[in-house]
Structures are given as C-alpha cells and as structure tokens.
C-alpha cells in the first residue's frame, strides 16, 4: 500500500496528472516493468504472447480509474480499503489479503 498511500499524501499533483491528457504518459513508464515482470508471469502462465500488452493495458488502466474515483472522492476511503477493491477487481474469486 505504498503507492496508495504516495497517491493520497499527495492526491491534488496526482490528480492533475491523470487527468491531463498524456499526463502520466504511462505507455513509456510502464515499458520496463512490462519487460522484465509482467511478461515473465504472463509466459510463465502460457498467456498468448500476442494478447500479453492488451491484458496488462486493461489491468492498469482499471486500476488508474479506480485510483482516478477514489481520488475525486477526496480519497475518503482507507488506502486498505482501495487495495482491496483493487484486488478483488482483479482477482474476483481469491480473497484479498
């Protein structure tokens, strides 16, 4: 919950941020964790190679919009809170930690 926690100490900068078009230009920022761990876990979960950048685009573009919500909610709910939503977005049928 790090990142939660940096996203709400600092929630005006962050939400100026997304908001912005290209503001977070994440297709760049996320090139090398795309390389060195998303894509291992995908192959390693004999994911089709060809669908591996759409898959990781969809997970982090929902957990920017739910970030994004919770952000134009005054981040109002505990960063525990949000982490579960999270998890339980993307892992629907494993409990949250």
């Known amino acids: 919950m ?5 996203v709400k100490e600092n929630r005006f900068v962050f939400a ?3 908001n912005s078009p ?3 230009q994440s297709a ?4 090398g964790l795309y390389k060195h761990v998303f894509n ?4 390693r979960f004999h994911y089709p190679e060809n669908e591996r950048r759409y898959a990781i685009n969809f997970y982090i573009s929902g957990i920017v919009a739910v970030i ?6 005054e981040c ?3 960063t525990d809170e949000i982490a579960g939503v999270i998890t339980k977005c993307i892992r629907p049928y494993i409990e949250a930690d």
Do not use: D, R, S, T
Request: hydrophobic share 45%; no cysteine; net charge negative.
């Open 16 to 18: 100026a941020a997304v």
């Open 2 to 6: 790090p990142y939660l926690n940096f």
């Open 76 to 78: 109002l709910e505990k």
């Open 22 to 24: 290209g503001g977070m």
């Open 40 to 43: 291992p876990i995908l192959e």
């Open 28 to 31: 760049g920022k996320y090139e």
């Open 68 to 73: 994004k919500q919770w952000l134009e909610a």
